[in-house]
């Protein structure tokens, strides 16, 4: 695997990616999915249960558009929104500014503002492959989880069946140029695609969580593991 992903620079590539693109940030999750990434994110989602008292963190939150599907679906859920990104953060502050019960915290996942055993849900959309360091952050989403609490995580892969690999390394290289043309900047584009290529598999994610002590993981593959969606409750 290449040390991308653990490289010292990693969390200053990382912030300079989503501050040059934070403008067109939706837009970006459009081209990588063709839309898609909407449709995923009301699958986990909808697969959740909620409760109206649950406080909910959104970790590696960008613009909120996973906190804006749930506070959709129940207007009222208290939802912290964390990420490292005060642009990302910013984004959308007209919709939230209606929702006094959605906070924002500037914070990166390895090191949670967050008081051990208070939170109820755990979801990470699309960015745990850009974590720097990824034990570090399993260990907190454990931590601030209550006794109960469960973790969701969806996530890219890198795809292993030879004809849909094919078809995905196509588009994947067409992405970039893309980006160049909308957004005026190729780079974070290519370090997406690169990000999943260098990424860890499913299972050693599954592995991960166990060994943080997560317990019933099970997940989801959709599009043939193109992405999957991630499980685990923290029982004691």
Not at 126 to 143: D, K, P, Q, V
Request: with cysteine; net charge positive; proline share 3%.
């Amino acid at each position: 695997m290449n040390n991308i992903h653990f490289n010292k620079n990693k969390q200053k590539i990382v912030q300079e990616v989503f501050k040059s693109s934070s403008s067109n940030y939706d837009l970006m999750n459009d081209l990588m999915s063709l839309g898609s990434h909407r449709l995923w994110k009301t699958k986990m989602i909808e697969n959740i249960n909620f409760d109206d008292s649950d406080v909910i963190i959104d970790v590696a939150s960008g613009t909120g558009d996973l906190s804006k599907y749930i506070i959709k679906k129940n207007p009222k859920q208290k939802i912290i929104r964390v990420d490292p990104n005060k642009e990302m953060l910013n984004k959308n502050t007209r919709f939230f500014k209606n929702f006094p019960n959605v906070s924002a915290i500037k914070s990166v996942a390895e090191n949670l503002p967050i008081d051990s055993n208070s939170i109820d849900i755990y979801l990470i959309s699309f960015g745990l492959r850009n974590l720097t360091n990824i034990e570090h952050s399993l260990s907190e989403a454990y931590r601030v989880l209550k006794p109960g609490g469960q973790f969701c995580c969806m996530e890219f892969y890198k795809v292993k069946k030879p004809v849909i690999r094919e078809l995905y390394s196509f588009y994947s290289n067409i992405i970039p140029f893309l980006g160049k043309i909308i957004n005026g900047d190729s780079k974070p584009y290519k370090y997406l695609n690169k990000s999943i290529e260098d990424f860890f598999t499913q299972d050693q994610i599954s592995k991960k969580l166990i060994n943080n002590k997560f317990s019933n993981i099970y997940k989801e593959d959709l599009l043939s593991g193109i992405l999957s969606i991630h499980h685990a409750w923290k029982l004691k």
